[in-house]
């Protein structure tokens, strides 16, 4: 377990429930015992964005070890009580044995050495009877330890709020833990304890950012008894493996728990701060539980009475916007980098944060090792955009699979001073694991590795996403499942307009996949991978690499999802499967050209059946085709429908019968097939010369003539 992260893969609004758990505020019936100091800690100057605490600045964190090793956090109270999240012990609506648990206390690095450190049976756990899950509130429990905790400079309790108790909000508190220091990043040896200041936000503030939809549109309801603490940009949060722990305030010398970690939407995500359960609202319930304790936790009055805080109006609340991926106009590429290697062309990559270049690894391996990348780093530099000086590099991280993994064909930079980002150059930002690029997306090409710009002037590439479906048909295996939405993508399928009006074919695989969602670029795919120019192009996603980018950089700018739109019939969310490939291949698809009925009639020098069509393949295209018989020749009209125009005469590739003439038969024969007017057909106007052109007479081929862009599929299934 851990602070619990919701990271959903279906849509999903949480909203509260009749009769939530909420304690009504209890005032203390006696003063608290003068013997049990609480919330000192020793002198000290001061998790996603978290650095190392000093040893005994937090004497009441305690760590939680099940089955041999640390699962969650907890506060100690009392001599003989420590204060946690239910979460930790639940599993399917169950609460573990307490003595498969163990509390281990004045720990500070847990490898190694635990000088002044001992352990804890735990004779009981209690959690309120009403907690079913994290959302909806609840979320805390007391362990009651076999016998009582040494106290000492490195074991002290902390003081608990009152239900009276206010913190005001905007106060910087501090959240302590051993957990990730990032998504799916656990925390390296050898396991200090981590500290990250946050600061208290407004239930009416905390509400407003989490009703602004993040990833698949889900949204939360922020719940009595529930406590934010963050920041709207993200960046400084509690993880997983943090659960439990405690969330602290200091007031007047002593430090308050107003928090226990539940918790959160990722880690450090934008408009997403953590979610803690609120200590002061459960007051009463903790002194029920643990009645009769000598001494049980103290409660000490609120030093100072905080000034009224009126209720935050919605309107206050200021959503943070993406920090990365803005660019003045496409092709104008603030984050693109030029990396100079002594002896070699540049190799183009891109700034993913103040410190650090991502780039193809095959830029930099040895020719005469492929695993060995060279190490003389003080000659390289990296050129920016808008920096006056080129920078130098401090490091070079290979991906552990870039010598035989094209998809892993990745390097990392460090730049060995960072750059400041609050004017140009500007970081693009990468895209998490559960990023899904809808299709029909808009995006572009981009130079990476060493790419020669594109030809012509302007020459912007700019391309529309295919479904996943066709994508990962062309490309995966018979009968292979599609991956849903959320589900890290094979291969990302851009269609290029420019590339078949230019009749140029940009297969050198020295370029990257940009992709736009509301005015913020993502980096969607590297390197195309070998296809041609037949099928469509396919890109490596970059999202199954936002782990290994996020663990080396610690700083780098994984954007969560800006748009998402299911469409109307929500066909995306269904689970499909690819269909058996035909005899030669995989279905693939060619754009060509319907000629007019007097250039067909010269190419081919003689008669032809009446209504014969005549196509003209791109350069390179029709040797590539996998035909076994009569292929349909599809149209697309000006409205967006299909229209079957042809089949080929026994197997050509070049002649056509057009399907027109037989419309009395096939309506005769199938009796619900659907004609378009003919205006909705290819048609060219009657007359002129029957004269062949000289150019044209007895040749092998003709200049493009460009009508229509037709589709030609193979789906022919065993």
């Known amino acids: 377990m851990a602070r619990h992260l919701l990271l959903p893969v279906v849509m999903l609004v949480i909203s509260p429930i009749p009769g939530a758990f909420q304690d009504s505020a209890l005032s203390p019936t006696q003063e608290e015992p003068e013997d049990l100091d609480c919330g000192r800690s020793e002198p000290s100057a001061r998790i996603v964005g978290g650095s190392d605490a000093q040893p005994g600045t937090w004497p009441w964190q305690v760590s939680l070890h099940h089955g041999g090793g640390h699962i969650c956090g907890g506060s100690l109270i009392a001599p003989s009580w420590v204060l ?103 925390l390296p040896l050898p396991w200090v304890l981590q500290e990250v200041e946050l600061r208290l936000l407004g239930e009416a503030t905390c509400q407003c950012l989490y009703s602004q939809p993040g990833p698949f549109n889900l949204t939360l309801q922020i719940l009595p008894g529930m406590l934010c603490a963050g920041y709207p940009e993200g960046r400084r949060d509690t993880c997983q493996g943090d659960s439990g722990g405690p969330l602290v305030c200091e007031e007047g010398g002593r430090w308050f728990q107003a928090g226990i970690t539940s ?72 984050w693109e980098a030029q990396v100079m290697v002594p002896g070699s062309r540049p190799c183009h990559g891109a700034l993913v944060s103040e410190s650090w270049v991502l780039a193809p690894a095959s830029c930099f391996l040895h020719p005469s090792s492929s695993d060995s990348p060279p190490r003389d780093l003080d000659a390289w530099r990296v050129l920016l955009p808008s920096r006056p000086r080129a920078e130098r590099v401090a490091r070079l991280v290979q991906h552990e699979n870039a010598s035989w993994d094209d998809a892993s064909d990745l390097a990392l930079l460090q730049l060995r001073t960072p750059v400041n980002l609050s004017a140009a150059p500007r970081p693009v930002c990468l895209p998490h694991p559960e990023h899904y690029f809808l299709p029909g997306s808009r995006c572009r090409l981009a130079r990476w590795g060493r790419g020669e710009p594109a030809l012509g002037p302007g020459a912007l590439l700019e391309a529309e996403l295919l479904g996943g479906w066709w994508c990962h048909c062309l490309y995966g295996r018979q009968g292979a499942a599609v991956p849903l939405p959320g589900d890290p993508p094979h291969a990302l399928c851009p269609a290029y307009q420019e590339e078949e009006e230019a009749g140029h074919c940009w297969n050198d695989s020295h370029w990257s996949l940009l992709c736009q969602e509301e005015g913020t670029w993502f980096l969607a795919g590297i390197r195309d991978f070998p296809s041609g120019c037949l099928r469509p192009r396919a890109f490596f996603p970059v999202q199954t690499h936002g782990p290994w980018i996020s663990h080396v950089t610690r700083g780098a700018y994984l954007e969560d999802q800006l748009t998402w739109d299911w469409g109307p019939d929500g066909e995306e969310t269904e689970t499909q499967t690819c269909p058996p490939h035909t005899q030669h291949g995989v279905p693939v698809a060619a754009a060509v050209s319907i000629l007019t009925p007097r250039i067909c009639h010269c190419l081919y020098q003689g008669i032809l059946p009446p209504g014969t069509l005549c196509v003209l393949y791109a350069e390179g295209q029709e040797n590539r085709c996998e035909m076994t018989s009569a292929p349909p020749l599809l149209c697309q009209t000006t409205e967006g429908s299909w229209v079957l125009v042809g089949m080929a005469v026994q197997g050509s590739r070049e002649l056509f019968a057009a399907i027109g003439p037989e419309e009395a038969w096939i309506s005769q024969t199938v009796g619900e097939a659907h004609f378009l007017p003919s205006s909705g057909s290819p048609h060219w106007p009657t007359g002129g010369s029957n004269l062949c052109p000289p150019e044209l007479a007895k040749a092998s081929g003709s200049p493009r003539a460009v009508h229509f862009l037709l589709l030609l599929t193979l789906l022919i299934q065993s």
């Open 84 to 186: 946690s999240a239910a979460h930790c012990f639940m599993t399917n609506g169950t609460l573990e044995p307490a003595a498969e648990w163990s509390v281990l206390l004045g720990v500070h690095s847990q490898d190694g050495p635990l000088d002044g450190a001992h352990t804890r049976a735990v004779a009981a756990i209690v959690v309120p009877v009403n907690y079913s899950q994290v959302e909806l509130g609840a979320d805390l429990a007391l362990l009651h330890l076999a016998s009582p905790a040494s106290l000492g400079p490195a074991v002290r309790p902390v003081c608990l709020p009152r239900a009276s108790h206010r913190f005001v909000h905007g106060t910087a508190c501090w959240a302590t833990g051993w957990g990730d220091v990032q998504e799916a990043d656990p």
């Open 263 to 334: 918790f959160g939407f990722g880690c450090g995500r934008r408009n997403r701060p953590g979610v803690f359960t609120a200590v002061a609202t459960y007051e009463a319930w903790i002194r029920e539980q643990v009645m009769g304790s000598e001494p049980g936790p103290a409660f000490p009055t609120q030093p100072q009475k905080p000034q009224s805080d009126p209720q935050e109006p919605r309107e206050n609340c200021t959503i943070a916007l993406p920090e990365c991926g803005k660019a003045p106009r496409p092709g104008a590429w603030p």
